[in-house]
């Protein structure tokens, strides 16, 4: 059955820039291997979507819809529907004076006023910075796969949960749902993660969008008590 807008998928992907054929993300292991752009520390697994909702740049969202499972497809995503066109009046020149505690060099990646611009030249006094994303302009190709359409309720609130908190496995929290509520127990692996209230909130307003039936989500957090043995002494 063709996806469909709505749907929850996994997708996996590749993309690069067609101009120059470079591979600038993946979700597959052994490409970012392959292309020297292994993170690590990074989990390489297909991507959780729910089409049509925007979390994928324009034209890639777009072309999903009308896919067909497992069967894999390279699609064109031009500029205006990617990172965007390339707006010179982006690119600013800035007293070389302003950066005090940085020397900067070209291409690289500095952040000015809470904005990240990258350095394209260094001249006398000055310094040239380009606040476009470094993409815009660029057309670019995705080779894409859906992996999996996800249909059972329980296996859709837990991709929810797993894109929040991906830096845990999925398989370590525990659910119990009826048609108006969902508790979810969260392992001690995602405790002390930072921003966790906002994270709870954030998988809490996932889910009521979602299943808007869902009136309550609650979390469980259990801390056990600790066992210290009592090591005995020994006379010498």
Do not use: C
């Amino acid at each position: 059955m063709p996806i469909q807008k709505g749907d929850f998928i996994l997708l996996d992907y590749t993309a690069k820039i067609e101009e120059t054929g470079k591979v600038f993300d993946t979700t597959l292991e052994d490409v970012a291997k392959n292309e020297k752009m292994y993170k690590e520390g990074t989990t390489y697994e297909p991507l959780f979507v729910v089409v049509g909702e925007g979390w994928l740049l324009k034209g890639l969202d777009e072309q999903l819809i009308g896919l067909e499972l497992n069967k894999e497809i390279d699609t064109k995503i031009p500029p205006e529907k990617g990172f965007g066109i390339r707006d010179p009046k982006k690119i600013k020149l800035i007293p070389l004076r302003y950066f005090r505690d940085t020397i900067p060099r070209p291409n690289m990646e500095i952040e000015i006023n809470g904005k990240i611009a990258v350095v394209r030249a260094v001249g006398a006094g000055r310094v040239q910075v380009d606040f476009n994303p470094q993409l815009a302009g660029k057309n670019l190709i995705y080779n894409v796969n859906v992996k999996k359409i996800v249909e059972d309720n329980k296996e859709k609130i837990l991709a929810l949960i797993h894109r929040r908190i991906p830096s845990v496995g999925i398989d370590k929290f525990q659910l119990k749902t009826t048609k108006e509520k969902v508790t979810i127990e969260i392992p001690n692996e995602a405790f002390y993660l930072e921003g966790m209230q906002f994270i709870k909130k954030g998988v809490a307003n996932d889910i009521q969008k979602f299943f808007p039936n869902m009136n309550e989500v609650t979390f469980i957090e259990r801390y056990a008590k600790e066992t210290i043995a009592n090591a005995s002494a020994t006379p010498t």
